[in-house]
């Protein structure tokens, strides 16, 4: 008797396993929850006001959960989030409610800034739905955008800029947003309609952070529900050309003279298949490349920088002493070659790397000082974009 009980009981237990996965929660699969989208009979305008008649056939998620400080807990915070789609966009919009509406945290004004600091909603979308990879949409109560990419899961990568807009308003309850992604934007398969997709927000009040989707208080391309239903959307043709110029003017006054400079410069990209794309510049910027990634440096051999590209990396650390004195007479040879410009000013793009100056002293305990802290021993600093004009500043030699 006991043994058919524990059989029927087994059974029972598998025929309710589906209905748990589908449902999702604390209980279920964190990952197995879904969104149909709908597609629009008109796009929104994104102003942040929420006000277009469009919204009202939206599909709606509001089933976030609290991530921190306790893990599937009910949120404090109520949060709404509304999904259309068309052929050239996904829109986003949200009601994030508030229960004392003058204390939301909204500090960043500035486009671009870091907005972490302050209340945030973030769109998580993973277009392959591979679980490794994918983008990052946020924006804060002013409407500062943020975005950037994972990499290797759970890497976020801000220094990528997309194209998207984004709005955020107020309302007696709290605050809104609404985003236009355009899946231009994106890397994608055209034949597949599901996407992985998430969504977090912060309350820095409180503490507090809510998702829709996580596990062990993450969330990531690797923990995301599905958002399906994408029929006939465009990637359109794949091709960028950004065209830019630099200016520069010298003055003299010893003698006299004036002269100014103009370097025109052209970057291509073409996206050859949704997963390949084509790179091609004319007379490169240097000053417009990307920030280099911070490194930290736990040997005894020091950091060395040179110009940075968008095919090379900026710096690398010597194996040994003798590739360390190569890599010395490289740098010396580089700033030795005729540049047109004041002697003591060397080409500083995107990233600056300083070794420290060195010490007049000769004596055993300072150079074993200075063993036991080989991580002091360089600094690789990663400078802001800056305009061509500013990318010119005095170095001191290593």
Known sequence: MSTRR???????????APCLAQDGGASGDPGAKRVELVRAAAPPEIDGRLDDAVWNEAAVVDDLHQVNPV??????????ILLLYDDENLYVGARLYDTDPERITANVLRQGGNITGDDTLFVTLDPYNTQRSGYFFGVNPHGVRFDGLYRNVSEYYSDWDGIFEAEAGRFDEGWTAEYRIPYRTLSFDPGSDTWGLNFSRTVQRKNEDIAWVSRDRRWDPSTAGRAVGFENIEQGLGLDVVPSAAWSQLRSFSPGSESLELEPSLDVAYKLTPQMNALATVNTDFSATEVDDRQVNLTRFNLFCS??????????????????????????????????????????????????????????????????APGRSARCRSARKRSPVSAWRPTTSP
């Open 71 to 80: 893990e599937y807990a009910e949120p404090f915070e109520r949060t709404e």
């Open 6 to 16: 524990r059989l029927t009981g087994a059974l029972a237990a598998a025929a309710a």
């Open 307 to 372: 110009f940075r590209s968008a095919a090379t990396s900026s710096c690398a650390t010597p194996t040994s002493s003798s590739s360390g004195a190569s890599a010395r007479r490289a740098a010396t040879a580089r700033s030795a070659a005729p540049t047109g410009r004041p002697a003591g000013l060397s080409f500083r793009g995107a990233s600056v790397c300083r070794a420290p100056a060195r010490s007049s002293t000769s004596s055993s305990a300072a150079r074993s000082a200075a063993a036991r």
